[in-house]
């Protein structure tokens, strides 16, 4: 079977950093995605891992510890538009198929 | 905007209805994916094609099925709904199968089955 663990709700102040975690248990695995999403509206890609490590994308970077099976998202200089939720995705075959994770919805106040 | 088009936007029909959703992919792309979102659920796939060609299938009910046009649009057919079947309709496109794979979503389609 597929297991994605994201904690379900975070909140965090403007312009602080917040990392949203991600461990996963998959029968394959062919990279990971994260993607965010604001209620109602359609998911957006913001990473893609597939090699251990750190990948920086301006005030978003996401990390992957494949032996571990964990990844996380980080959020730098939080904004308030940054209030979405955050999926975390496992590409488990390499034809493309994914399992996403129930999100971690994040809340930025003030 | 992602380039992916789906329609209709929103949906509201009565149990034991059949309904069809349609997607267009971005331009190029080769790859349709369809997802469901309950509110109470994330995202869950349910099937993959690729140039007309079924490749990968998830939890998709008896009563769904769906297909790959020719000209790459794909549609979604929901029969015998039920009321556990309203929830948003994803469509999202990639190039192809293997490199990054990084999906394009479209705005979805509100199902409210009634």
């Known amino acids: 079977g597929q297991n994605i663990d994201q904690p379900t709700e975070m909140t965090a102040t403007e312009g602080a950093i917040v990392q949203i975690n991600c461990t996963y248990q998959t029968s394959g695995f062919n990279g990971l995605f994260w993607y965010q999403q604001h209620a109602g509206e359609a998911p957006t890609f913001l990473s893609y891992n597939v090699l251990d490590g750190l990948e920086e994308k301006g005030r978003f970077s996401s990390f992957l510890s494949r032996s571990k099976g964990y990844s996380y998202l980080l959020l730098k200089e939080l904004q308030m538009k940054d209030s979405a939720s955050y999926l975390c995705?496992?590409?488990?075959?390499?034809?493309?198929?994914?399992?996403f994770g129930d999100g971690t919805t994040l809340t930025v106040k003030p | 905007d992602s380039g992916v088009t789906q329609t209709p936007k929103h949906l509201i029909t009565a149990t034991g209805q059949r309904v069809t959703l349609r997607c267009s992919p971005r331009s190029g792309d080769l790859s349709v994916y369809w997802y469901q979102q309950s509110l109470d659920q994330g995202l869950q796939f349910l099937i993959q094609y690729y140039n007309g060609e079924e490749r990968a299938k998830g939890n998709i009910l008896e009563r769904f099925s769906a297909q790959q046009f020719p000209d790459l649009h794909s549609e979604l057919n929901l029969s015998s709904l039920e009321l556990g079947d309203s929830a948003l309709y994803f469509c999202?496109?990639?190039?192809?199968?293997?490199?990054?794979?990084?999906?394009?979503f479209g705005p979805g389609t509100r199902l409210t089955v009634l």
């Open positions: 995705a496992v590409k488990v075959t390499n034809a493309g198929k994914s399992t």
């Open positions: 999202a496109s990639s190039p192809r199968p293997g490199s990054t794979d990084t999906q394009y």
